[in-house]
């Protein structure tokens, strides 16, 4: 488990490090990108991250079966603030990456370039949301993490969660509501209600 593989790295094995690293990095990677929206910019902040763990390994007390999830998204996260900060342009924070979000099985061309748009708006929608916000919004959606898993990984009251997830949602619907490339969904959507 993790509490063990985190002793066992404190204590400089190197393989229980490597481990967690294979047992984590993919979350990660995917929550650096979905919150910067460029993979190499994901890339770095998965490594730095990693870097930080590793240096502060020694720190870390875990009960037995306790996960290392929390600790290393909080690590990750406070990264991504920091990435966020040094990013000027609203342009910076929407990338490729569409399909690890939403999967696009469907038969035929059109329905293909339809869903490929509908994920760029609900991509770029999520871009837009406020960095606090889209970062919440990120951990409940994607990493399907609860509010107590996010409050532990964000360091912060269960409330404050709550608020930002409340308004993230509400500022998604907005966005979501008045982008003409989702016209079509919503308009079936209300029709088979």
């Given at each position: ?12 094995e ?10 984590h ?17 994901a ?59 939403v ?57 404050t ?33």
């Amino acid at each position: 488990d993790d509490a063990s593989l985190a002793a066992r790295a404190a204590a400089g094995e190197r393989d229980a490090f490597a481990l967690l690293y294979e047992r984590h990095a993919r979350a990660l990677y995917g929550t650096a990108l979905a919150l910067c929206r460029d993979p190499h910019a994901a890339d770095e902040l998965l490594q730095e991250a990693f870097v930080r763990a590793y240096r502060n390994m020694a720190r870390v007390r875990l009960d037995p079966g306790a996960s290392l999830r929390p600790w290393l998204h909080r690590i990750l996260i406070n990264l991504a603030y920091d990435w966020a900060d040094r990013q000027r342009t609203a342009s910076a924070f929407i990338e490729r990456s569409a399909a690890q979000l939403v999967p696009a099985a469907l038969v035929s061309p059109e329905r293909q370039l339809e869903a490929a748009e509908q994920q760029r708006a609900v991509l770029e929608a999520v871009a837009g949301l406020p960095f606090k916000q889209r970062v919440v919004v990120v951990l409940f959606y994607l990493h399907e993490m609860d509010l107590v898993e996010i409050s532990e990984t964000l360091g912060l009251p269960e409330g404050t969660v709550k608020s930002r997830l409340y308004y993230g949602r509400a500022r998604l619907r907005e966005l979501l509501a008045s982008d003409r490339r989702l016209t079509p969904v919503l308009e079936v959507r209300h029709a088979d209600a």
